[in-house]
């Protein structure tokens, strides 16, 4: 007989990467607002999206967003009046693999093969920035600089706002990461983390390496604020979450060297009971 | 393999058994009509304690479960034979008549015998039993709408994982021998009322003479009583009202149908609803439930 999945622990969950990656296809399909981001004149414009997006009936039904609108991009310097340029971000699609590697073949920059206990990812974004028509650009009348009409307390001249033609680009981003509990929002948490990233045929370096820094950190940050999973939705409600007598918490090591653990392409969390009067 | 695998161990198990024995009650009256008598009941428990022990088999087996019973209340109804006593004079007058007598009185008509055994303890000796997963659709669900609404709308569709007996043992009521001493009284307070605003002095000589007519025997053949009071009531509960059975059908119900060890909602809800947005939420697919020596593992794949 096998070794039992509670041999050191209470309670064990395990999910599967082929589970989370169809989790992560619900989730992109109903909260499409999560992965899409543009500013109003993107969002309206279901042609010009840099990717077409498939949602759910109910996303449709109760009239939720498709993508989150953002402000217009700022031209630097322009304050009189302050014009923006609009864009459009998009994460199409995403995909996990959970050591040991057989889903995702890592570039040679995250120094393949995975190691274990960690996870892989690739994901791909698409974008562009609105690039104005000239004579919209000629159109701008010069106003008061703002920082003059405000010392005298008028308000700053309305922004200006040039939709443009989209040319839209994608990047195939690899990443490779780990879990950690967190306490958040009160919580025991899974929190997975991003420690490595690529993008596939990016030039200059820097380039690159700036542009990795601002998805990791998008990335790591959203995983955070968003998608942290509290352990009593891992294990699915577990009727033992909601006895008054029984307080769950991580298995320590010992006896559970990695908890969370990413192995046998798996996300393995273990769990130990205390009961109380 | 497999999408998800959750695992509880058996002391978990045992946790989850607990509750289960906690949140079980039981309350039933009734009455009706057995021919020379009638009778009614009114009963209420709780179960406490037991022991759990799972099997390689995929079996559960759990003994030893106390049946507490709050309320335990019986009475039995009949028509007592009319007869009379007295008529005696105890101090007669020297010259005529009598000084102290004591006046003949007829009694007969209806009788009820109340038993109340409240606070007895019974058991269950054993529960055999395995591990069910079901898929539960509310029936108050509303027609044609999507698995979002009915949730909305309170009436989510559900994955439940039952304990699903093959069977239950349950002990017969033992009723305590001390029983017949209570009738004994509860038969003569009766009989005492019939007998109407006399001295208790005076009851007590008839109630003498009763005895000595052999009331209890004459009870007994009406109610049809071959043995002890004691051993009648005791068939009463456990055959003629059947409790031992409506124990056992109840706790059978309970396990396999009322109280799931485990349940959530299908769709189940990973991101919660939030400013305006829907909540997010993963269609489960094939669960199941097994239960081996060391554990109850439960399996489940994402759908699509």
């Known amino acids: 007989m096998s070794t039992p999945f509670t041999q050191n622990c209470d309670l064990y969950g395990a999910v599967h990467e082929n589970g989370v990656n169809k989790i992560i296809t619900h989730i992109m399909r109903q909260r499409p607002s999560l992965f899409n981001y543009g500013t109003a004149d993107v969002a309206k414009n279901v042609e ?44 199409s699609s995403a995909k996990i693999d959970f050591h040991p590697s057989n889903v995702i073949k890592l570039p040679a920059e995250l120094t393949p093969p995975l190691q274990p206990q960690r996870f892989a990812m690739s994901f791909r974004i698409c974008g562009s920035i609105g690039c104005p028509p000239e004579q919209e650009v000629d159109g701008i009348q010069p106003t008061q600089p703002a920082g003059q009409a405000s010392d005298v307390g008028l308000k700053s001249p309305p922004p200006v706002n040039l939709p443009g033609r989209l040319n839209c680009f994608c990047l195939d981003v690899y990443a490779i990461g780990h879990f950690e ?97 | 393999m497999s999408d998800v695998t959750i695992a509880a161990s058996a002391s978990a198990f045992k946790q989850l058994f607990n509750a289960l024995i906690d949140n079980f009650t039981f309350s039933k009256s009734d009455s009706a009509s057995y021919g ?109 709408v999507t698995d979002l609404a009915a949730e909305f709308a309170g009436h989510p569709n559900k994955w439940q994982v039952y304990i699903d007996p093959v069977w239950v043992h349950v002990d017969p009521i033992n009723v305590p021998d001390t029983l017949e001493n209570i009738i004994e009284n509860i038969i003569k307070n009766a009989i005492y009322n019939m007998l109407g605003p006399l001295p208790d002095w005076m009851k007590d000589i008839l109630w003498a003479a009763i005895q000595a007519i052999g009331i209890l025997d004459i009870i007994k053949g009406v109610l049809g009583i071959v043995g002890s009071i004691a051993d009648w009531f005791e068939n009463l509960f456990n055959s003629v009202f059947d409790l031992v059975g409506l124990v056992e059908t109840a706790v059978a119900d309970y396990f396999a149908n009322k109280y799931p060890i485990y349940e959530f909602e299908d769709p189940y809800p990973i991101l919660p609803a939030s400013g305006g947005l829907i909540p997010v939420k993963i269609p489960i697919r094939n669960l199941a439930a097994t239960i081996n020596s060391h554990e109850m593992i439960v399996t489940a794949d994402v759908g699509a």
Request: aromatic share 10%; proline share 8%; charged share 20%.
């Open chain 2, 36 to 144: 020379p008598f009638s009778a009614s009941y009114s009963v209420a428990l709780h179960l406490e304690d037991g022991t759990l022990s799972l099997h390689d088999d995929g079996t559960i087996e759990i003994q030893d479960v106390d049946i507490v019973w709050d309320t335990l209340k019986a009475s039995a109804c009949f028509d007592l034979p009319g007869f009379c006593v007295g008529g005696w004079c105890i101090v007669p007058d020297p010259w005529n008549g009598c000084l102290v007598g004591i006046p003949k009185i007829c009694i007969g008509g209806p009788i009820c015998i109340p038993v109340d055994l409240s606070g007895l303890v019974s058991e269950i000796t054993d529960v055999k039993a395995s591990l069910l997963a079901k898929y539960y659709v509310d029936p108050a669900r509303p027609a044609n």
């Open chain 1, 48 to 91: 010009g999206w840099c990717s077409k997006v498939v949602v759910t009936q109910d996303v449709r039904n109760y009239n939720n967003p498709i993508f989150t609108v953002e402000n217009y991009l700022p031209i630097f310097g322009a304050d009189s009046p302050p014009v923006g340029l609009s864009f459009c971000a998009q994460l």
């Open chain 1, 181 to 277: 509990r967190a306490t958040i929002l009160g919580k025991e948490s899974l929190l997975g983390k991003l420690d490595d990233m690529d993008i596939v045929d990016i030039k200059p370096d820097a380039l690159e390496q700036n542009i990795i820094c601002y998805l990791k950190t998008a990335v790591n940050v959203i995983l955070r604020e968003k998608l942290t999973i509290p352990y009593e939705k891992f294990f699915f409600s577990f009727s033992l979450f909601h006895l008054a007598t029984v307080s769950l918490s991580a298995t320590p090591n010992p006896p559970i060297p990695n908890n969370p653990a990413v192995e046998d392409d798996q996300l393995k969390v273990f769990l130990t009971m205390k009961v109380g009067p």
